[in-house]
């Protein structure tokens, strides 16, 4: 066995979106990092597809967001077929007009999504580490020890400050660390399968099927005629064999929705699983992504949550490391996190058990309700832009959080910074650093609390939008690295301020900002 390497500050096992974006994030904040995996290479199959908005925000800061937005294809509408008939159509149109810089969810393929954080971590001076296998921790109180097992054999023991487990469903992190992870299996085997095909397949739109025994989806691929194809195995095909390939796939609803399938470029079966882990965090490890949570494929909100999950951990890992905050800041990933992981599994699961039921009453819903429900719902502005909230993940907030205090209007502590679009107010959070902002006129005691406390105050002259997205005049906003409101106080005092900052952090040792005004 290797002697004990040397003590780094953050180990990252697993280098999937998840674990690759808390490495990208961590080194943008000035942490050491080595990230580990198992595998032999990168993924090559696009699994995951979705990119929503509130991850798109976050990865404004991390310089991502453009190059995603170019790579993918925006999504633009869902159809709904029965049979061979176009049903229902939902356009989304100016659903989150105004509530986002990024008013869509992309298509990107989790295959090129992890292509690209490879490449600006690498950038970045950090290469992940291929073919390396967690056998064992050990938390000592001040340090974790890892015991692994690299490519070539040989064992070592790394010391890190922390340690995330972002590898996946089987994560040895969370087995290591004897986390349940409860929950259950659908009983039906899905396909996946990226294809070469004709329409609708090649319209950049999603396509849905309600039939009464079958259940397809068809997402766009960037590239000509490419679509990925979910469906459900036939029961008479699982039963016969293991080894299942496309040509066990039914081909009827494929037909009747018109799609011609020229090639096929890779097909793969699994299971789907709706499971949240009973703890995230465990002394100096912490769970992320599908090691924390897996749920069903609707709503594209799988590889989003595990984002979210590395985005909300990176800064109060750098905040503690760099010393600007008291370890008890880390108490807030596992709340923070772990409440939202639990409302979207439950919600995603009936949601899906509605998709795939094939009782009467399922089917009466998909093939009579929802054909009616769908174009009505979606007339409503109203209904489009709740829609999108929901879908595109801006609607997280947190609320409970042990960061999260005050109120103004509808605007609590732990809610998402309101975007609003003539003033760009999400621009000052590129710094991913702790700031004051205030809508109006910012009084003098706490334009002195912020020279005191080095922390950026950015000033917003007045505006009717900056009411209709929520806010209210003169109020101050401590508002978080990530965007989330820490503080809301309506009255504005130096005092609130002082004491929200002796409670949660650390006198910053970086030069005091002045005072910015954006116009």
Not at 248 to 255: F, L, Q
Request: charged content about 25%; glycine content about 10%; some cysteine.
């Amino acid at each position: 066995m290797i002697p004990p390497a040397g003590l780094h500050s953050v180990l990252i096992v697993g280098a999937g979106p998840t674990g690759l974006v808390l490495a990208l994030s961590l080194t943008r904040l000035g942490v050491g990092v080595r990230i580990v995996d198992r595998v032999a290479e990168p993924g090559t199959t696009s699994r995951a597809l979705a990119v929503q908005a509130r991850t798109l925000e976050l990865y404004r800061p991390l310089g991502l967001a453009a190059e995603v937005v170019e790579r993918g294809i925006r999504v633009v509408a869902a159809n709904f077929w029965v049979g061979a008939t176009r049903v229902a159509r939902a356009v989304f149109g100016d659903g989150g007009v105004g509530l986002s810089p990024f008013p869509y969810a992309i298509i990107f393929p989790q295959d090129e999504h992890e292509r690209l954080l490879i490449e600006r971590l690498r950038e970045g001076g950090v290469s992940v580490e291929r073919r390396v296998e967690l056998l064992g921790l050990e938390d000592s109180g001040d340090r974790v020890r890892a015991r692994l097992r690299r490519a070539d054999g040989a064992e070592e023991v790394h010391e890190a400050e922390y340690v995330a487990g972002c590898d996946g469903a089987s994560s040895a992190v969370r087995e290591g660390l004897a986390i349940g992870f409860p929950g259950g299996t659908y009983e039906h085997l899905f396909y996946v399968a990226d294809v070469e095909a004709r329409a609708p397949a090649d319209d950049d739109q999603i396509h849905g099927t309600l039939d009464t025994a079958e259940f397809l989806i068809v997402f766009p691929l960037k590239g000509r005629r490419r679509a990925r194809l979910i469906g459900v195995v036939r029961d008479e095909a699982v039963a016969r064999r293991h080894d299942l390939t496309w040509n066990d796939v039914g081909k009827d609803i494929i037909a009747r929705m018109g799609i011609a399938v020229t090639r096929v470029n890779w097909f793969s079966t699994y299971h789907v699983h709706h499971r949240v882990a009973d703890r995230f965090r465990k002394g100096r490890a912490f769970l992320l992504g599908d090691a924390a949570h897996v749920h069903s494929p609707v709503g594209g909100q799988g590889m989003n949550t595990g984002i979210g999950d590395a985005l909300n951990l990176a800064w109060k890992l750098a905040d503690v490391l760099h010393g600007r905050a008291p370890a008890a800041l880390l108490d807030s990933y596992e709340p923070e996190r772990l409440g939202f992981a639990r409302r979207l599994v439950a919600t995603t699961d009936r949601a899906f058990t509605m998709v795939t039921n094939r009782g009467p009453i399922a089917q009466y819903i998909r093939m009579k309700v929802v054909p009616w429900l769908v174009p009505l719902v979606f007339r409503a502005r109203a209904a489009r832009r709740l829609m999108f909230r929901t879908i595109s993940q801006t609607s997280v907030r947190y609320r409970d959080s042990p960061l999260s205090e005050g109120r103004a209007g509808r605007i609590h502590g732990g809610d998402r910074l309101p975007w609003v679009e003539a003033a760009d107010n999400f621009a000052p959070l590129d710094t991913l650093a702790w700031q004051v902002h205030v809508y109006g006129e910012a009084k003098p005691e706490i334009e002195a609390v912020c020279r005191e406390r080095r922390l950026a105050l950015h000033v917003f002259p007045w505006r009717a939008a900056m009411r209709r997205a929520g806010l209210r005049r003169d109020v101050s906003y401590l508002v978080r690295p990530d965007g989330y409101l820490a503080l809301v106080d309506r009255e504005s005092r130096a005092s609130t301020l002082t004491r929200y900052l002796d409670a949660h952090l650390a006198a910053s040792e970086r030069a005091a900002p002045a005072a910015h005004r954006i116009a």
